[in-house]
């Protein structure tokens, strides 16, 4: 059985940091491209940034330069590591597991930004 368990969330004020994690089991981590998306309310889930089996990474563009994803194929762990965070980054956080037409979802951690 696949699961992606993410943790990590929480409220920060604007301008902090949080580092989101995900651990996989079920899986063979190493081979799968791993994903962070985000849903507001209102909104469409969307892809915030990805990193691939080989280590290359994507943002969306309104997180280039303070968000950076790593993963640590040892411990089956994606993490997403978030700075100079700002209110619209509030949403729900949800990490992804994809390869070839197997695509996996966690089940999401909360990630609100207010003073």
């Known amino acids: 059985q696949v699961q992606l368990v993410e943790s990590g969330g929480g409220l920060v004020q604007p301008g902090g940091s949080l580092r989101l994690s995900c651990a996989a089991s079920g899986i063979v981590f190493s081979n799968y491209a791993m994903n962070w998306y985000r849903q507001a309310p209102g909104k469409e889930r969307e892809l915030v940034a990805g990193?691939?089996?080989?280590?290359?990474?994507i943002y969306a563009d309104s997180v280039k330069g303070r968000f950076a994803t790593s993963r640590d194929n040892a411990k089956d762990t994606v993490y997403l590591q978030m700075n100079s965070l700002i209110p619209e980054d509030t949403a729900v956080y949800y990490c992804?597991?994809?390869?070839?037409?197997?695509?996996?979802w966690g089940q999401g951690t909360q990630v609100t930004v207010s003073s």
């Open positions: 992804n597991a994809r390869l070839l037409s197997a695509s996996h």
């Open positions: 990193i691939t089996n080989r280590d290359n990474t």
